[in-house]
């Protein structure tokens, strides 16, 4: 069933690189839910993880990798773990280490428990608030978050590399907001290029939505 989820979403042409798609048959996504929604994993919408708390839709993680033009050797931060699904694919993608935020501690837990299981080593799950991005492993040339903020956070602004790319939701708390991927030039000038609407769960922390 993920075999014929992941080529439809090819034939849709959501997933543009072999890259990701191979990505997509490496991990797929029944690895990283609670085995109660294991046989619901290759359906195309959210899922139930811990803490009241979902993993994206199989075509909302394609779209994001692929706005995020991720490439071997790259260093990313990731903001927002839950299942570890996302960090999954990045770091096959990168093939390096990943650098990953998460508050909710229990999803913290969730998120190594799934990437052990897989055999995910490249993959560093932080404790904390992700608006502050993760400053010891900064510049990053790719920031992705899995999370809907009000504003894109100045610290992630801060911590991209110049030539680097973030790809964010902002918008309202309420579930609905526009994905930007954000550039920053040599001379750490900013571009912003609206992709599309979405729905993520809030950004909490510090500079995002509060608690």
Do not use: C
Request: avoid cysteine.
């Amino acid at each position: 069933m993920w075999k014929r989820r992941v080529a439809s979403l090819v034939r849709e042409g959501i997933i543009k690189s072999e890259a990701v798609r191979m990505a997509f048959l490496k991990y797929p996504r029944y690895l990283f839910v609670e085995e109660r929604y294991r046989g619901y994993a290759h359906v195309d919408e959210p899922l139930p993880i811990p803490a009241g708390q979902t993993v994206s839709a199989p075509h909302m993680v394609a779209i994001m990798l692929e706005l995020a033009e991720l490439r071997p050797g790259m260093k990313v931060l990731e903001v927002g773990t839950g299942s570890g699904w996302n960090a999954a694919l990045i770091a096959e993608l990168v093939r390096t280490d990943v650098y990953t935020v998460e508050r909710i501690p229990e999803l913290v837990e969730f998120a190594r428990r799934n990437l052990e299981r897989a055999g995910v080593k490249n993959v560093h799950v932080i404790p904390g608030d992700g608006t502050l991005g993760f400053p010891p492993k900064a510049p990053y040339e790719v920031i992705i978050v899995t999370a809907g903020a009000p504003k894109v956070p100045k610290p992630l602004i801060e911590q991209l590399k110049p030539g680097g790319r973030l790809v964010i939701p902002v918008g309202s708390y309420h579930m609905w907001q526009d994905l930007y991927v954000v550039m920053k030039d040599e001379n750490g000038r900013i571009k912003k290029k609206r992709w599309g609407g979405v729905a993520f769960v809030p950004l909490i922390g510090e500079h995002g939505w509060e608690r």
